[in-house]
């Protein structure tokens, strides 16, 4: 057990539809990272968020969006889905992420949220 | 852009069989180097990892020594188990990048009994 937990485990939606997933980090760990796996893709880096604000963001559609908030958990907001975008979807946190000392830290990842788009 | 390759897969081996899973990456710097295992049904977990050059990551009888001039980071183990059947990711993260890891594709290991 990581420590960094995920919900929900499993989500079927529809095309079109908006969807909420949800991470709550490790006790003290102030990073948060969202990350998508899937087939085609692979694992991508999505977004960072450090102590509340955005730091760091990688391959995020303008169709996601994501917040930290002031207990550190964070959501990832998915809208006008499309069967593209069915994948595993990972949350990891890590005690920093600034720019030269959060580069060695290790990530702990929760257990993933399976989105189905059908 | 930074980049990981990892070998192409799957690997399949007897149990007690030495394993190499080939790793190399393009970055500018020096980034940390990093072997994360997926179990059947799990989130990833990290088996080892180096932030510095000539640095020997080890756990759980697997190795990989962080190789500046090869730009390489091979995963090793002298005698794998049916219990090391798993997907091994090979990531990098940069010191400028606020810790975000790049992965390599993955490669799914099986050891038969």
């Known amino acids: 057990d990581s420590g960094v937990t995920q919900t929900p485990k499993h989500l079927i939606t529809a095309t079109g539809q908006r969807v909420t997933l949800r991470c709550s980090p490790r006790s003290g760990d102030l990073s948060v990272y969202w990350y998508q796996q899937s087939l085609d893709q692979g694992l991508q880096f999505l977004i960072q968020y450090y102590n509340g604000e955005e730091r760091a963001k990688g391959n995020i559609l303008e169709r996601f969006s994501a917040q930290q908030f002031p207990d550190l958990h964070s959501e990832l907001n998915l809208s006008s889905l499309e069967l593209g975008d069915s994948a595993l979807y990972f949350c990891?946190?890590?005690?920093?992420?600034?720019?030269?000392?959060?580069?060695?830290?290790?990530?702990?990842f929760g257990p993933g949220t399976r989105l189905t788009v059908l | 852009g930074n980049s990981v390759t990892q070998m192409e897969g799957p690997v399949t081996l007897s149990e007690e069989a030495f394993l190499t899973i080939n790793c190399t990456y393009t970055?500018?710097?020096?980034?940390?180097l990093f072997w994360y295992v997926q179990y059947p049904g799990e989130g990833l977990q990290l088996l080892l990892k180096?932030?510095?050059?000539?640095d020997k990551g080890s756990n759980k009888g697997f190795e990989a020594t962080y190789r500046k001039e090869t730009t390489s980071f091979h995963l090793e183990k002298g005698s794998v188990q049916v219990s090391d059947s798993a997907v091994y990711f090979c990531?990098?993260?940069?010191?400028?990048?606020?810790?975000?890891?790049?992965f390599g594709q993955g490669t799914i290991l099986t050891v038969h009994p």
């Open positions: 990891a946190s890590s005690p920093r992420g600034l720019a030269g000392g959060g580069s060695t830290d290790t990530q702990y």
């Open positions: 970055a500018t710097g020096y980034p940390s």
């Open positions: 180096a932030t510095k050059a000539d």
């Open positions: 990531a990098l993260s940069q010191l400028t990048s606020y810790g975000k890891l790049t």
